[in-house]
């Protein structure tokens, strides 16, 4: 059998923390768990990455490298805002689905207490999402198709809850409900509360 590569052996390591993350949770995952996932030692993961830190480290750059893949793909085309705003939305819960780990590292002490650079990389990667919503809101906006006095950060704010707020359920419920069809309906819902009157009123 061909021996792995240092990179594809990397990827594998990464791959096990993102599910041991949703099996375990993050902060009861060691690299015990993450060596007997792969069939390494510690020794053998820390021979790939020199802490637990940096363990973490890159599980945080697969996470931005695949959402940002996602998010490109949802916003190359020459749709009205309003459709690729849908589109950014759903590519977001459908990387959700892929990653079910993503909402309990968000919420992990590794993330928020243990590991500056983990929480900095994260935050970078939401704020990077904030950003392409705002902006399609903005073109919204201008298209006549948000509610005046409605400030595009706001309605930003509204829509990241409401996907944080939903993933949030789908992981605490045990993945009872599809996320992205759930994520569909009731983005129907907030975008109808947030569009222009159409009689004007």
């Not at 893949?69 to 949802?74: E, G, I, L, Y």
């Not at 079910?100 to 650079?117: G, K, Q, T, Y």
Request: net charge neutral.
């Amino acid at each position: 059998m061909r021996r792995k590569s240092a990179e594809d052996r990397k990827a594998e390591i990464v791959d096990a923390c993102l599910v041991l993350a949703y099996r375990l949770g993050p902060d009861r995952m060691t690299t015990g768990d993450v060596a007997r996932e792969v069939g390494l030692t510690q020794a053998g993961i820390f021979r790939h990455f020199a802490s637990k830190q940096a363990l973490w480290q890159a599980v945080a750059e697969a996470i931005t490298v695949r959402l940002t893949a996602a998010w490109d793909r949802a916003l190359a085309s020459d749709a009205p805002a309003e459709a690729r705003l849908r589109a950014l939305i759903g590519a977001q819960f459908d990387q959700i689905s892929a990653m079910p780990a993503m909402p309990a590292i968000l919420f992990s002490r590794e993330l928020n207490v243990d590991n500056h650079a983990l929480r900095e990389a994260i935050r970078a990667c939401l704020m990077s999402f904030q950003a392409h919503v705002v902006a399609l809101l903005e073109q919204m906006r201008r298209d006549g198709r948000l509610r005046p006095g409605l400030a595009p950060e706001d309605a930003a704010v509204f829509l990241i809850s409401l996907i944080q707020g939903l993933a949030i359920r789908w992981s605490l419920g045990a993945r009872s409900f599809p996320l992205t069809e759930e994520g569909a309906r009731l983005l129907d819902q907030m975008l109808a509360l947030m569009h222009e009157p159409e009689d004007g009123g």
